[in-house]
């Protein structure tokens, strides 16, 4: 009686075998998606809802989670109703590979910049992504781009300008520089340098342009929040949703800025006579036949993915070496002592002669993975079985690129320590540490198309260390750097994308 009084009255009138029916309906179909993958390990709510990925986004902690559940459970742990984790660089591998039958998850939907139009990242039709892979890759490839090492380099100059101009510090008069910030200003001066022939000019006005940086934290969260809850992905991901949601965004701020500077970058491109002359990634892209529309997409694509990926590891790589005076002390005797002119590009000959400049560099990628996002794959529809286990068709799998980068039998045991020496070894298992660290990248079909832009191999150094060595040479040539406070050397937070900030330091100049 006290139960039937307290039930919704449709459960106590007529209606009562519809909502039978439809409870019995809930739990067959929480019973089934439970049944699919029960004989793969995994946290117990995470078999029963995708609450428990929500709940490790929300937490910042995600990439974190994700490898200690590899750790506990083994790879190809269960971590939501319909999705598997693993940090197995042959299923990584098997995944992506050019005549793999995966694909990708809906969670690359999530990925679109602007409404209505798919860019590379977030194409799910996989025909279609071939197909604008192709007419961008040479662009990206920095073969078609003049003077490349020089746009890279009027960048650099113009960092080291700024710490002189306004940030050096003495006993008696702190100025902090917030590295972080100016790291981000650089990538996204160079990468604007790159695509347009023009940098937008963060680190000449020293500002937060179009307040991007100060926005980025929660607009990372509620993209990586939504890919976290299948259901609503497919809604925000409908073309409806992101024109309202376009509606509702100030093309001034945030975002939404970086997406109103790039389009009108890319209108003013296709007004001149000959939008295709200029050699450079914008001017390449048009050579191969992209439209106006598809260009401004994959121009805000490569402006994001370009400069916050590289902006993080230049940020970490930083952090790890302050911290570390023995790695600092090393590092500056080796640049020191080598004879290149602050903010030059080093020659093939000379890079042999920075080992330790590269172990270094290897590592700050090894240790804090420069993005850490699951970019999950689908497995086909008749299914796979991957060491003996069957996996359904349209399970997805994440990744866990800390899984991949902590593996003892390749790294060794001292995994969580940032050790560059490790590098320095004979050639059998550096290859094997190189192949594992090669992951950051993502593999095959599906690779970073920034990757020969920010890491290309000329045979023994790469760009990205070129980039990188650049930077980090000029840097640590001209400044002392200190950590101003040291039991929170900096703010960071992980959306698959990093949030880091408020990495002050004080500057001092050595020459
Ligand atoms: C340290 C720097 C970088 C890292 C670690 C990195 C990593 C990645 C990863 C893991 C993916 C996705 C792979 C997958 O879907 O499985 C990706 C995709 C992509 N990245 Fe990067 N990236 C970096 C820098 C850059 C730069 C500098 C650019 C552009 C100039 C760039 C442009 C792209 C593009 C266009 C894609 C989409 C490729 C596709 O969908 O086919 N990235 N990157």
Request: a positive charge; glycine letters at 6%.
């Amino acid at each position: 009686m006290l139960l039937e009084s307290s039930l919704p009255s449709a459960l106590v009138d007529g209606q009562r075998p519809v909502w039978l029916l439809l409870l019995a309906a809930i739990i067959y179909w929480q019973w089934r998606s439970y049944r699919q993958l029960s004989h793969f390990k995994g946290p117990f709510w995470a078999r029963f809802t995708n609450l428990w990925m929500y709940q490790k986004v929300s937490g910042k902690t995600q990439y974190r989670d994700l490898y200690n559940v590899i750790l506990q459970y083994g790879d190809l742990a269960r971590i939501a109703p319909n999705q598997l984790v693993t940090g197995d660089i042959d299923m990584l591998h098997r995944m992506s590979a050019a005549r793999s039958n995966y694909t990708r998850s809906q969670i690359y939907a999530g990925n679109t910049l602007m409404p209505e139009t798919h860019n590379t990242f977030s194409m799910v039709d996989e025909p279609a992504h071939t197909k604008r892979r192709a007419v961008i890759a040479a662009g990206y490839t920095g073969k078609e781009t003049e003077e490349l090492e020089s746009k890279v380099n009027q960048q650099i100059a113009q960092f080291l300008n700024l710490i002189r101009t306004k940030y050096i510090s003495t006993d008696t008069d702190v100025r902090p520089l917030d590295l972080a910030r100016k790291c981000g200003y650089f990538t996204l001066d160079t990468i604007t340098n790159l695509s347009f022939s023009s940098p937008w000019g963060f680190l000449v006005e020293d500002k937060d342009l179009g307040n991007w940086f100060a926005l980025v934290g929660w607009q990372f969260k509620i993209v990586t929040t939504m890919q976290s809850i299948p259901w609503l992905l497919n809604i925000v991901t409908t073309p409806w949703a992101g024109r309202l949601m376009a509606k509702f965004q100030d093309p001034s701020r945030g975002a939404a800025s970086l997406v109103a500077r790039t389009t009108q970058n890319v209108q003013a491109r296709f007004a001149t006579k000959n939008p295709g002359e200029k050699m450079d990634m914008m001017g390449s892209f048009i050579r191969h036949g992209i439209t106006e529309t598809e260009a401004a997409s994959e121009a805000i694509l490569a402006v994001i993915a370009g400069s916050d990926t590289t902006a993080s590891a230049i940020r970490s790589t930083l952090l790890y070496i302050l911290t570390n005076p023995r790695v600092y002390r090393k590092l500056q005797d080796e640049i020191d002592a080598t004879a290149v002119p602050s903010g030059s590009i080093i020659s093939d000959a000379q890079s042999k002669t920075l080992p330790y400049l590269q172990a270094v560099i290897r590592e700050g990628a090894r240790i804090v993975p420069p993005t850490a996002a699951t970019f999950a794959k689908v497995a086909p529809k008749g299914g796979d079985t991957v060491n003996g286990r069957f996996i359904p068709g349209g399970t997805q799998i994440c990744i866990s690129i800390l899984a991949v980068l902590r593996e003892k039998q390749v790294f060794g045991e001292d995994v969580e320590m940032f050790r560059p020496e490790r590098w320095i070894t004979d050639a059998e298992r550096f290859k094997g540490m190189e192949k594992n660290l090669n992951m950051i990248w993502g593999y095959g079909r599906y690779q970073c198309l920034g990757k020969d832009l920010a890491w290309m191999e000329l045979r023994f150094i790469s760009r990205y260390v070129l980039f990188f060595t650049c930077l980090l040479i000029s840097l640590l040539k001209n400044f002392d750097f200190q950590i101003i406070n040291p039991s929170h050397p900096w703010k960071s937070e992980n959306y698959g994308l990093w949030l880091q900030k408020n990495m002050f330091v004080k500057a001092t100049l050595r020459r």
